[in-house]
């Protein structure tokens, strides 16, 4: 069983940033893939970005958004720069942890460990 808290949301301005944070259970956290994903008010949960030896980023935020992790700490990262009022959302942290790690881990069916999720809100 692997526990996710995200942490780091709130109310910024656009053009702002933020990070958000995502700290796991687990002795084998450096095996899990580690993703991160976002649902807007009556929009589906949609993917942001994931790593484990690679990095998926979805378009919209690629170039905009960093992805990271602390293997020593159990913890993931999402850094958010140039934050526009589309990227308004709840933001989950999701865990998996099967050997492989490929283009899949960029949809949620592949994903078994979710938190709570973070509420991330960019005012025009």
């Known amino acids: 069983q692997v526990q996710l808290v995200e942490s780091g949301g709130g109310l910024v301005q656009a053009g702002g940033s933020l990070r958000l944070s995502c700290a796991a259970s687990g002795r084998t956290f450096s095996s899990y893939a580690m993703g991160w994903f976002r649902q807007a008010p009556g929009k589906e949960r949609e993917f942001v970005a994931a790593m484990k030896w690679s990095i998926y980023y979805a378009g919209s935020v690629k170039g905009r958004f960093t992805i990271s992790r602390d293997n020593a700490k159990n913890m993931v990262y999402l850094q958010m720069n140039s934050l526009k009022p589309e990227d308004t959302a709840v933001y989950y942290c999701?865990?998996?942890?099967?050997?492989?790690?490929?283009?899949?881990?960029?949809?949620?069916?592949?994903?078994?460990?979710w938190g709570q999720g973070t509420q991330v809100t960019v005012s025009s």
């Open positions: 999701a865990a998996d942890e099967t050997p492989v790690f490929t283009s899949a881990h960029m949809n949620i069916g592949a994903y078994k460990y």
